[in-house]
């Protein structure tokens, strides 16, 4: 499938704002992309699927899970709604034919991140996070710092995720600490 392909099938299977806020991401991958001389079709793609399962209820992720013989890690069970990432990426590959790891990584991944991502995995996550739909605090800031220093932007991103999910009483899943800690290990070296 090319990606215009991909792209009406996203819009086919997500509501008219989640499919705006996939083209968002998209658009943001992109240029994040050229700007980091990282391939440019693989993050289109990457970015305007990240979402596909965001619409996919808890019932349905856990048998997609079982179909294709995943484990739910606990803290992803009790979160449903990190289960989009790894659901959206078993779809991608298995309904869409996407077999390349990079792009499903970071489709995985775009939710909580993880410890050594690969740059595709960080520029949908970041795109994700700063992408032109999204207002709240610090965010322009954020948007400056992702074209100066991938590393960095997520950070600051992941901390803002962090605390709010604290402040929502909510578990923080471990491959958000593994990757910030990795990020500031790697930034301060």
Known sequence: ???????????????????????????????????????????????????????INKEQSIEIFKKFGLVIDDITLNNPKLLHGPVGACLAQYELGIVDTEILDAIWFHTTAKSNMNLLTKIVY??????????????????????????????AALNIVIFRTINKGLLVHPDSIHARNYLIMVCDK
């Open 1 to 55: 499938m090319d990606y215009l392909e991909i792209r009406e099938k996203v819009r086919q299977n997500v509501s008219e704002t989640r499919f705006l806020h996939s083209q968002n991401v998209s658009d943001v991958a992109r240029e994040l992309a050229a700007h980091y001389h990282a391939d440019l079709g693989k993050a289109e793609i990457a970015g305007i699927l990240h979402d596909y399962a965001k619409n």
């Open 126 to 155: 970041i795109a994700d996070f700063i992408e032109i739909g999204k207002q709240q605090e610090g965010i322009e800031g954020i948007r400056a710092l992702a074209y100066k220093d991938i590393d960095s932007a997520i950070i």
